[in-house]
């Protein structure tokens, strides 16, 4: 069956970095685009970045670009999102997903 682990979050403080990691199984993984979802205590699930199935292409949400970048490593079967100046906005729990599957979930926390 597909399952998708994220591991990486934490707490940071404003301006600081974190990357997250994503590992999938269950799936021919360099076959699927991948993407990074974000929920926000209140809101709804938002999409943060995507990737290509090579990687070759990418897209963000305006709100992150400049800041975060994702990445895949398709023999480790695996998706980053490196974030990088961190500001309290970013606060959420993010998601790894591949098209109707979701990871459980990795709490990032920005604060001082």
């Known amino acids: 069956q597909v399952q998708l682990v994220e591991s990486g979050g934490g707490l940071v403080q404003p301006g600081g970095s974190l990357r997250l990691s994503c590992v999938a199984s269950?799936?021919?993984?360099?076959?699927?685009?991948m993407s990074w979802y974000r929920q926000a205590p209140g809101t709804g699930r938002d999409l943060v970045a995507s990737?290509?199935?090579?990687?070759?292409?990418?897209r963000y949400a305006d709100s992150v670009k400049g800041r975060f970048t994702i990445s895949r490593d398709n023999a480790k079967n695996t998706v980053y999102l490196q974030m990088s100046m961190l500001k309290p906005d970013d606060t959420a729990i993010y998601y790894c997903s591949r098209f109707g599957y979701w990871g459980q979930g990795t709490q990032v926390t920005v604060s001082s």
């Open positions: 990737i290509t199935s090579a990687g070759s292409s990418t």
């Open positions: 269950g799936f021919t993984f360099s076959a699927y685009a």
